[in-house]
């Protein structure tokens, strides 16, 4: 049996790996209670004698959490920022092709990366898009991505707003992920939003297909979407409806895509949909966990 040790199991990433954990007979929970949470003993004696641990934490913490580590055996899932472009650090989005069952150390994609890339990758390796190509991206997640401060602004009364942006700055920190792992020579500009919705997520990235140099059709994009994620029970294309809400992957680990097109095909609008908890977070730790430990990738996702 497989010992896991969720850092961080009280946050809200956390709860959600736990309650997909919790019934499953392949894995033997580690559980530390409210004062042992903050022992700096008993985390690190629980750090070491899981076979992996996931840790659910700030970056600060998530730092601190690996270097307490200090066997060669514990494997790590982090679902912070602070490893996703660290050397030694695997990408944890298998379907681009990155090793997550043979991995020491896996970093949990951003859930606004997870859509975006999942969109822009394919197309940039197949040539399609330029590597050099100024790309924008458009996103709304639900407000659960705030964790606990941003839920409790939502839900502890008063009037939230309907819609609100965010990263004005330009200077978020999914940025470099996104740029390192899609092959981008230049940061996409990206503005992200956040919904009076508890969960669910929708990324967006529009293309002027007729200015590209190769002048692609939108149906020669989802035939490149189509290859990359043939076979995949996780994301997989999807016909084009002729709306979409936030809600339209929450509740569920999977990442669905859209390729909405012009008339003259000169232009498309990219979508992907997931759950900003699902496959944005809690879902593709899971999914990563399952590799790791050789089990099918969608043993205990909701799909």
């Not at 920022?81 to 681009?96: D, H, I, K, M, S």
């Not at 659960?144 to 008063?158: P, V």
């Amino acid at each position: 049996m497989t010992r896991i040790f969720i850092d961080g199991a009280a946050g809200t990433t956390g709860l959600e790996i736990e309650m997909r954990l919790s019934h499953r007979a392949e894995f033997e929970l580690l559980r530390l209670d409210n004062a042992q949470r903050k022992d700096a003993v008993a985390r690190r004696d629980a750090l070491n004698a899981a076979d992996i641990v996931i840790l659910c934490l700030p970056d600060d913490a998530a730092l601190q959490a690996v270097s307490l580590i200090d066997n060669p055996h514990t494997r790590v899932i982090d679902a912070s920022t602070a490893f996703r472009t660290a050397v030694g650090w695997t990408y944890g989005f298998p379907e681009l092709g990155h090793d997550v069952a043979g991995a020491m150390r896996v970093s949990n994609p951003g859930c606004y990366p997870t859509g975006f890339l999942a969109l822009i990758t394919p197309l940039i390796r197949a040539g399609l898009v330029p590597s050099d190509w100024l790309v924008t991206v458009n996103a709304v997640s639900g407000y659960s991505g705030g964790g606990k401060t941003m839920i409790a602004e939502y839900e502890g009364g008063g009037e939230p707003p309907a819609w609100q942006g965010y990263g004005l700055t330009l200077a978020h920190k999914h940025i470099p992920e996104m740029q390192r792992y899609s092959g981008l020579t230049n940061a996409p500009v990206f503005a992200p939003s956040v919904a009076n919705a508890y969960r669910g997520m929708i990324v967006e990235v529009p293309l002027h297909l007729g200015a590209t140099p190769g002048k692609p059709s939108p149906d020669a994009i989802r035939e490149s979407l189509m290859a990359m994620f043939e076979g995949s029970a996780i994301v997989t294309l999807a016909e084009a409806p002729a709306n979409l809400t936030i809600g339209q992957a929450a509740g569920t680990d999977r990442l669905e895509l859209f390729v909405f097109g012009n008339d003259d095909g000169s232009q498309v609008m990219l979508v992907a949909a997931l759950d900003n908890l699902g496959k944005g977070a809690s879902g593709a730790a899971v999914q990563s966990l399952n590799l790791m430990v050789g089990l099918p990738e969608t043993v205990g996702l909701k799909l």
